[in-house]
């Protein structure tokens, strides 16, 4: 595995389950293998579980970390081809990831949705130039389309807690007061379609993701018609694809309440986070048993550290 | 010691004060003890010695360090229970601290009073929920009613320092631009309380601090009074608690001056830095061979340390 | 070497040089030097790769680095002797110099000049001023009127690079939006004079440099005659010394084309980064073969490097 930055780059999935699941046993029993490796961590964007998680991952194999919040500390970017770089940005990316790719083993990049731009949105420029010019491996720390480290963490957490071979496991739309992107979504869509679970997607006609994603996957447009029977209800905000970035609907009818749990299979929940108490969920569904949004959060420690230390791997196989 | 969010935690303060003095001996006599262990820290607000000297005291355990500015790169937190998160706080600390709880095992907490709401800061609510919620040890690394950390650096430093076995300290109210909390001036005396030291403090009148921590400390209102024969001259700004959050004189009346060091008995001058120079205090009283603010500073690092062991200790003795 | 503020605080240039070099080779080489010893390093100003290479430089030598952004994340410093601080400066150079000496072996600081006052600007203050308070070694990582590490790294570049003993070397100014200091080229000039290269500045009538710096080094006012059998060009813009910090033209007449390249005998492409692509330089230009300037800030990690062993190493002498 060179880059991870979607699905699509994860040479063998189950293998990389099966490191997640060891290293949950013996976190530490890899601490030298970073040794002398160093890893830059880029964000454009906020962060609480992406930055502190790879962070600590990175700490479990003895990886060197630098964090770099590029707009506070650094230049402004400039990522069209072929600009009179006359205006506010101070750096190109080719210069920006080439140099870092000088500096470091393996770089992460964090780079929301601008929400305005479709077009440009779904052509992830950000990730894809730092992979074409950094000439090192890249991790998706959440991009405009992907957030493959959540999904992978998903995964982990919906293996840890089944109850069953084959779980139902539903994708619910939730309102929320600001436009969010679709990445945590699709990747979870992509992510659950790799599995043979029975995956259902709920949200108001609309809301409809992009056809890449969700082709072959059912949509229920009532949600309580789809919570019946679910094992797991995996709740997130998006804002529209079709008619981009915008919000449809604010009311509370699809927030995630006791009520509508009770149609599930005592279905666990869970949630990306940050998540808005009584307006995603009710505080009732998240500080009941049923709720796993920590262990969830939790195991993005492990997600992370599996794929550290496949690239890594990686990286030493080719170098023999 | 679980935790250390005020002296309260402290279970031996004599041992505390021991560890320390072992320090200053030997600094990196333990730089194992923190191995495959991980401390966060939280700041809420700026910091200079407390970001540094923190970082340090870690450094020299072995204990690894991630420092968040969750302001800057992080999300907004809500702290009420029960609402509905329409608004600017993206997530609940419920969330927050039980995630960082999962990924660190000790979290560091700087959060400033608001000066607005007396009630709301002497509840000491994020400190509290992070205890709460975190399910790991939490240093307080200055809350809106204290400042542990300065405090016991201030014992270190006059136990140091001291000619007498019970000096007479005086802590001495001076004039600043800018309303600030009672934080570091209610720390100090709590700390000082536990000693057998002769404690005056002296201010103008409406700067009374709140009587849970000045009970039993004589308050005088001239400070030349104060003064005579005094060893040690604290001296801090703090808003007023009565009328709170005010500063009801701004004038240099209360500056302390070379002059008035000549009524004490060739004090040590201390301050806990930032300090206003001809504001606060003279140059002439801060550049004198009096002043230990540098020394006094530089054992913020040294209080770490012993408290950073100290909690370690605890949580390997409870593990076994 | 106790500091490294200018060429003026290298005892042994080739010495320096050599260590660079052997750095090349082996980076890991004195991966325990640093072993119980850290270093600070204070941002004023934004940065990259300063940041990065001055961390990735001090890790090979097992240097533990803190960063810290002191205007976001500390206090507001005042530089000037005497003043009453009533204002917005919270904490005197002196106080917070002496205490960040007290907390680091190594403090490394970035402090741009203002561009407004000249004489200001020009007296390096800031640095100065750390030297006096801290009582530790300084290292320079670009101030009002020097960027030595940048020109450190210029010199091992082209020594790796020249295919002549002594090859001509053009400083060539270039336009830009905004006003820049002068400290790139200052710098280049005052290390390039150390070496026995034929040194030429062609710049526009009214961009004169510092005489201090330029005494002794040719002046061309025409950018192709200076071009003509050129080896290396190394291109930079900068503001008016004598109309100071302003932008005297905007025009492309002196941007780097290919064209002007041919004039050239063969010449390397050099640049500090970050550049402003067709406007300091044509795309054509920075995408050829010809263009060094990756390998170039590579090399900033081997000059930061060779520059904090060298540093340690004159600690370690010193204190046996």
């Given at each position: 595995m060179n880059n991870f930055t979607s699905i699509h780059d994860v040479t063998d999935l189950s293998a990389l389950l099966q490191t997640a699941q060891d290293i949950k046993e013996l976190p530490f029993a890899h601490e030298q293998m970073g040794r002398q490796q160093s890893m830059c961590l880029l964000f454009f964007n906020a962060s609480l579980r992406t930055r502190l998680s790879t962070q600590q991952a990175a700490f479990r194999i003895g990886l060197h970390t630098v964090v770099f919040d590029i707009n506070a500390g650094g230049w402004n970017l400039e990522f069209e081809d072929g600009t009179v770089m006359k205006g506010d940005k101070a750096e190109h990316v080719k210069e920006a990831a080439a140099v870092i790719g000088a500096y470091f083993d393996i770089i992460g990049i964090r780079t929301f949705a601008g929400l305005k731009d479709r077009e440009e949105d779904y052509a992830e420029r950000v990730i894809e130039q730092f992979v074409r010019y950094s000439g090192k491996p890249v991790i998706n720390l959440e991009s405009p389309t992907r957030h493959p480290l959540q999904s992978f963490t998903d995964l982990i957490t919906i293996e840890e807690y089944k109850?069953?071979?084959k779980p139902k496991v539903v994708l619910s739309w939730a309102p929320h007061p600001r436009a969010l992107p679709q990445a945590v979504a699709n990747s979870f869509v992509e992510w659950m379609k790799q599995t043979d679970y029975n995956l259902v997607i709920t949200h108001p006609p609309g809301y409809e993701l992009a056809k890449q994603f969700t082709e072959g996957v059912p949509v229920v447009y009532k949600q309580m018609e789809a919570f019946a029977d679910a094992d797991f209800i995996y709740t997130k905000n998006w804002s529209a694809y079709d008619d981009y970035g915008k919000i449809l609907q604010e009311d509370s009818d699809w927030m995630v309440t006791q009520e509508k749990m009770k149609l599930t299979n005592n279905a666990r929940f869970m949630h990306c986070l940050p998540i808005r108490r009584n307006v995603i969920v009710e505080d009732a569904v998240l500080d009941s048993?049923?709720?796993i949004v920590i262990p969830q959060a939790a195991n993005r420690m492990v997600a992370a550290q599996a794929v550290l230390q496949t690239i890594l791997q990686s990286t030493f196989d080719r170098e023999l």
């Open positions: 109850q069953v071979e048993d049923r709720s």
